[in-house]
């Protein structure tokens, strides 16, 4: 009978054979390694996207420039807005002039009784639109009464409605100028008596 071999005894590899390596652990280094350059690469492309499209930049005055209502639409309100209401991160960044507008006086449509809205403004404008402005007043002085003359006092009183009322105004004044170049409307006056 053959001799068998200690069951303890490691065996030996032949004198030209190598030793087996780890190549597991190889492997795992690799994972963790393309793991950790996926995650910094979505947070860099997250906060990429954040800065260019979602960030609101700062109002003149130190203070940020929106509020909710800037991302709500006219739909959250119950009514449908015939020209697109933009959110101030779409809006084309800009350091153009400010324009004024003349001041309106509108009855508004107010079912508890007569309120008269007198609204002064001023555009903030990408490009030199003061020429076109005076163009088309007439044009303007409609859309911007039109506009005012639907709304009613629980609408405009509020912040929210305030911010939907700018972004309106911006959308009526870029269509009729055929371009987005109204930025921002400021209010100068707004009186409801």
Known sequence: MAKEAP???????????????????????????????????????????????????????????????????????????????????????????VLPLPQFVVNLADPAGKRILRLGMEVEANADVAKELQANDARIRDAVITLLAGKSFAEVQSPEGKVLLRAEVAARLNQILGAPRIVRVYFTEFVVD
């Open 7 to 97: 069951k303890n005894v490691p065996a030996v590899p032949a004198e030209g054979a190598e030793a087996p390596k780890k190549k597991g652990s190889k492997v795992k280094k690799i994972i963790i390694i393309i793991a950790i350059l996926l995650i910094i690469l979505s947070a860099g492309g997250g906060g990429a996207y954040w800065w260019l499209y979602l960030r609101v930049p700062p109002s003149p005055d130190g203070g940020s420039a929106a509020s909710s209502a800037q991302h709500g639409s006219a739909a959250s309100h119950g009514k449908e807005s015939s020209p697109r209401v933009e959110r101030v991160s779409d809006l084309p960044r800009s350091a153009g002039k």
